[in-house]
Nanobody, 126 residues
Framework: QVQLVESGGGLVQPGGSLRLSCAAS????????IGWFRQAPGKEREWVSC????????YYTDSVKGRFTISRDSAGNTVYLQMNNLNAEDTAVYYC???????????????????WGQGTQVTVSS
């Protein structure tokens, strides 16, 4: 069974950091581009970041550039999102997603991704 499981969310103060994990089972993450999305209450799901299956290139939405870092651990079949200097606007449920078929490019639209995890809550508050 193909599964994606996000973890690492929680409550942090502004300026703090969190590291989110996306653990895969049933398939190999190295074959796919992997995206991170987030959704705040009352808002549409927003693309945050992506790491490419082809050359490992990384991409970020403007609001998180310089603060967030996406990475891949091939041995652990896990993708991470390191989030630093968090602010209240980062509060959301964060999802990882897989873009198919194998070798597909990164994309910033939700329709381009085929498999999704259940999400992990990130709350930034003082």
């Amino acid at each position: 069974q193909v599964q994606l499981v996000e973890s690492g969310g929680g409550l942090v103060q502004p300026g703090g950091s969190l590291r989110l994990s996306c653990a895969a089972s049933g398939f190999t993450l190295d074959f796919y581009s992997i995206g991170w999305f987030r959704q705040a209450p009352g808002k549409e799901r927003e693309w945050v970041s992506c790491i490419s299956s082809s050359d490992g290139s990384t991409y970020y939405t403007d609001s998180v550039k310089g603060r967030f870092t996406i990475s891949r651990d091939s041995a652990g079949n896990t993708v991470y999102l390191q989030m630093n200097n968090l602010n209240a606007e980062d509060t959301a449920v964060y999802y990882c997603a897989i873009k198919g078929p194998p070798g597909s490019r990164c994309s910033r639209v939700t329709a381009g991704y085929d498999y999704w995890g259940q999400g992990t809550q990130v709350t930034v508050s003082s």
